[in-house]
């Protein structure tokens, strides 16, 4: 980072000389300083003393500047480039279709009893008509501006339910940063002199050090400063300039023919930068920024190493969002604490007696010096107005300067002051209060991690669903499913009715062989007994989507109810002993895991065998269920019984067409004295066509006889006959209460 830069000096004498305060004596420059390259042993060699340790150093800078890392924090971990490039584009889109619609629109809110007035209203109306365009392309333009805006950074927390997982998101992503912060702190301070030297910065030749060495060290002792950093120099011979790193000065060239006022000027100022850790404060602010910095480097490069309109037009117009995120919200607010460092180290030359050197730098600067009119030359500077440096160093003095008894009073600056002691950072209070805190979060944490092992694990699902199907509990089975598929169990009187009957065999002795987790969703393996049989099956879990307490996520299992296929047009068909609801359709039942029995209601005519189903659990298809019915042995005897007494019956009549019989006589007219005579009872069929109703017919080869005898009168006087018939029977064997009733069907 440059802490300072100096114009090209237009003293022509190029004498080094002191003009500040009186003649103190030399120090004592080390001999090493001289003889060979500046260097020193250690990770962190040259870095700033009077701090305790190097973890006080690093933490003191990074602690400094609190706005400018809420700045760099914001901008690059909440995607503000892209959130701005969706409220420009949603903003445009808006004022166009608004500034074509917006009249209209505007009109149709307009109440009508205000549209109706007589001047009134055609005034309004008119007015919103000419002007509604403007109007709503400006509101509607704000509007859309500020939603898309909010709405990237907003996407981040779609998925949080309450409001602990937005805190504990917020501090993961803080976390992530300050992370990415550190690290690239150490990095720009460990690789600092690897850097330096790949930029072209190198070690100062011997005649370089004998002229600015001793008054680095002279610098450094005014400053009670006991060591001092590593200098290294560039070959610039036009641009007097100074920079200011961790452990590193980087002068150039052309300072070394500046007054020796002004280069001890310069180095007091940049010994204070580097004594009170302003790049430090710089390279977090920009590491916890660094996904942002990293991408706004490169239109950065482009415009500086193709210096041309054309180019700077074509590199803004592709990464506009980005320039303006850092020109607009990054910078201003960094740059804030840079130009309160530059203040902060001019007081360095005052302690150190070089007032003078450094006005009369400052004084040259202003010529050069442009309106600070705009934002970048304002709001985002790095240094202050010269004239407003200059009027600072007015107001301050060192302790032992001669004050001239007409002199305005001044204030005393000295080093305490200046770097605030061995830890300007006073964080005793904050560090109880942090540890307290932290200690409190790790008790907490644990106990709710406790709690969610304890309570909230897929294996605690798992262990749930089986013990509530082996109470045949509906309600806390439905606890341990989906939200949707906890509601249709519970509204299922038929599910409840048949997991709670006798006959309903639930798995048991559960055991979990295995669980896998992929994020959100887990595969238990379970063994079990299931109908006497060992059985193994996987169940799916996925985790709840709320939160319980809005801290704990619990499991659920997937597909833990199943659904069986019933043929249509069951009757009397139970499950469990629970009897199914007929239906012209066919249609689905809920079932869960285990032994089910499907029986169908007794009756006189038919019975049902029993059918067995099993259910695994995760089945995933519907499993048919048909409940035949099958022909009572009884139920046969009963109805050739009747069919016989209503043969009989028929027989017993003395006419030639018994009514609603299935014979009658053919021709002799007027015959007497018939008699019907049953030689063979018709073998019956008998076909079920529900649970209580059976068609009874005869087959071709089952047909039975009946004999007529009677008289006729014939020509030749009275006279016998003897007739045969065959015989079938048709009808319907219906149940009426705990009887059969057989009805015939003969057509008369």
Same mark, same amino acid.
């Given at each position: ?79 503000? &480039? ?12 808006? %004022? ?14 307009? &109440? ?295 002199? %305005? ?92 009957? %006798?006959?309903?065999?639930? /798995? ?59 043929? %249509? ?34 009756? /006189? ?144």
């Amino acid at each position: 980072m440059q802490q300072d830069a100096v114009q090209p000096s237009n003293d022509e004498q190029n004498q080094i000389a002191d003009n500040s305060s009186p003649p103190r004596p030399q120090p004592v420059v080390p001999e090493d300083d001289l003889a060979r390259p500046h260097s020193s042993p250690g990770r962190l060699a040259n870095r700033p003393p009077g701090y305790p340790n190097a973890v006080v150093w690093l933490r003191v800078g990074i602690l400094r500047d609190w706005r400018g890392v809420l700045g760099a924090f914001i901008a690059a971990w909440f995607y503000v &480039p892209m959130a701005l490039f969706t409220a420009v584009v949603f903003a445009v889109v808006a %004022a166009l279709v608004l500034s074509f619609a917006g009249g209209a629109v505007l009109v149709d809110q307009v &109440p009508d009893p205000i549209r109706d007035a007589p001047v009134l209203g055609r005034l309004i109306s008119s007015f919103l008509e000419q002007s509604g365009g403007a109007i709503g392309a400006i509101v509607g333009a704000a509007l859309a501006f500020l939603i898309g805006l909010l709405m990237l950074p907003a996407l981040r927390f779609a998925g949080v339910d309450s409001g602990v997982s937005v805190l504990t998101q917020l501090a993961g992503i803080a976390a992530a940063a300050i992370v990415v912060g550190v690290l690239y702190t150490l990095y720009r301070v460990l690789l600092e002199d690897r850097l330096l030297r790949v930029s072209g910065a190198r070690d100062l030749s011997r005649r370089e050090k004998e002229l600015i060495i001793p008054i680095l060290h002279e610098c450094a002792e005014r400053l009670d400063l006991p060591g001092v950093p590593r200098l290294l120099i560039e070959d610039d011979v036009v641009s007097t300039n100074a920079r200011t790193y961790a452990r590193h000065i980087v002068v150039t060239t052309a300072l070394l023919t500046d007054p020796r006022d002004e280069i001890a000027a310069l180095l007091s100022h940049e010994l204070v930068h580097w004594r009170t850790g302003d790049e430090i404060t710089s390279a977090f602010v920009r590491g916890v920024g660094l996904p942002l910095v990293l991408v706004h480097a490169v239109p950065t490069w482009l415009m500086r190493r193709f210096p041309h309109p054309a180019t700077n037009l074509f590199v803004f117009l592709f990464f506009w969002p980005v320039l303006l995120t850092m020109k607009y919200l990054v910078q201003p607010l960094h740059r804030a604490d840079v130009r309160a460092a530059e203040y902060r180290a001019d007081l360095g030359a005052v302690v150190t007696g070089h007032t003078e050197g450094l006005r009369a730098v400052l004084e040259r600067r202003k010529s050069f010096e442009s309106g600070r009119s705009g934002w970048d030359e304002a709001v985002c500077a790095e240094h202050p107005p010269n004239e407003l440096r200059l009027e600072r160093l007015e107001s301050v003095r060192a302790g032992d300067d001669v004050v001239a008894p007409e002199t %305005a009073l001044r204030r005393v600056i000295d080093t305490r002051e200046l770097f605030g002691g061995d830890d300007p950072v006073d964080l005793r209070r904050p560090a109880v209060i942090g540890g307290v805190a932290l200690l409190s979060f790790c008790l907490l944490s644990s106990l709710l991690a406790v709690v969610q092992w304890g309570f909230f694990r897929p294996e605690t699902a798992v262990e749930g669903y089986f013990s509530a199907l082996a109470d045949r509990d509906v309600d806390d089975l439905a606890g341990w499913l989906s939200p949707g598929a906890g509601a249709a169990v519970r509204g299922d009187n038929l599910l409840a009715e048949s997991i709670r009957s %006798a006959d309903y065999q639930p /798995p048991t002795d559960i055991d979990i062989r295995s669980i896998e987790r992929e994020d959100d969703d887990a595969t238990a393996t379970v063994s079990f007994v299931l109908a006497g049989s060992r059985m193994e099956a996987e169940v799916m879990l996925r985790r709840d989507e709320e939160s319980t307490l809005g801290v704990f996520k619990g499991w659920h299992v997937v597909g833990g109810v199943s659904t069986l296929s019933v043929v %249509a047009g069951q009757q009397g068909l139970m499950i469990n002993g629970a009897s199914v609801p007929e239906s012209p359709q066919e249609q689905t039942v809920l079932s869960v895991p285990g032994a089910h029995l499907v029986t169908a209601a007794v009756n /006189p005519l038919s019975e049902v065998a029993p059918q067995h189903i099993t259910l695994l659990p995760g089945a995933g298809s519907d499993t048919p269920i048909q409940a035949v019915p099958q022909l009572r042995h009884t139920a046969r005897a009963s109805i050739d019984a009747q069919v016989k007494t209503y043969l009989d019956e028929c027989a017993r009549q003395t006419v030639a067409a018994p009514s609603g019989c299935p014979f009658r006589l053919s021709g002799y007219q007027e015959a007497k004295d018939l008699k019907w005579t049953i030689n063979k009872y018709p073998v019956t069929q008998i076909d079920l066509v529900g649970p209580g109703v059976a068609e009874v017919s005869t087959p071709y080869d089952g047909l039975g006889e009946v004999r007529l005898t009677g008289t006729y009168q014939s020509f030749f006087g009275k006279e016998k006959f003897i007739e045969s018939y065959v015989v079938d029977v048709t009808g319907v064997v219906t149940v009426t209460g705990d009887e059969l009733s057989f009805a015939p069907g003969v057509d008369e």
